[in-house]
């Protein structure tokens, strides 16, 4: 499979999706949210699937769909509960570059006021404090690039985004 894809990690509401979507229409590749393709698989809503399975079993799924995805020319979006997937990072690894959207504890605190209700892989009694530090290690584990976007607007975040591409 081709190696000419990009793939975006990074905290739940980092923007992942958001800056996914913009960079394919700049680069003129193809987007997809696995977020999406693991809801049509399921048939149901990612929080629902997470109630209805618990963490572990929403990760196998997000596992077995992510390390399926066949993609040439792509960004892809997943989420952001990905990086726990191993099967999934290996196959991103092999098909193109992996992008950490990153950004400081605060500013996703801000912009995740209700993680469980936004179905969020939160384990019982863990804090969005906890979680967050357990996930930075994995994300500078499987970046090939890091952005950081603190105090950026959404429209600078691209730019930094392309420019780290080499675009
Ligand atoms: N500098 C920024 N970069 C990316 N997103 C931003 C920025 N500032 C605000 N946002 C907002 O944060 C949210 C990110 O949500 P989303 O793209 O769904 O994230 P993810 O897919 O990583 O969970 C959007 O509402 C977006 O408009
Ligand atoms: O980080 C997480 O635990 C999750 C993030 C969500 O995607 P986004 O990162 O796109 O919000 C989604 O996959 C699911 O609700 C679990
Ligand atoms: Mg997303």
Known sequence: MADNNIIFIGMPAVGKSTVGV???KRLGYR?????????????KLLKDIIA???????LKVEDRVNA????ERTVISPGGSVVYC????????EI??????????????????NAKGRGVVLRDGQTLKALYDE?????????DITVCEDNQKLEDTIESVLDALGE
């Open 22 to 24: 913009v960079i394919a």
């Open 68 to 71: 399926q995805v066949k993609a």
């Open 86 to 93: 191993e099967n999934a990072m290996k196959h991103y690894k």
């Open 96 to 113: 193109g570059k992996v992008v950490y959207l990153q950004a400081s504890f605060e500013t996703i605190n801000s912009r995740l006021k």
């Open 135 to 143: 996930r930075v290690k994995l994300f500078e584990k499987y970046a």
């Open 52 to 58: 209805d399975v618990g963490p572990d079993g929403f």
């Open 31 to 43: 987007f997809v949210d696995t977020d999406i393709l693991i809801q049509e698989s399921e048939g």
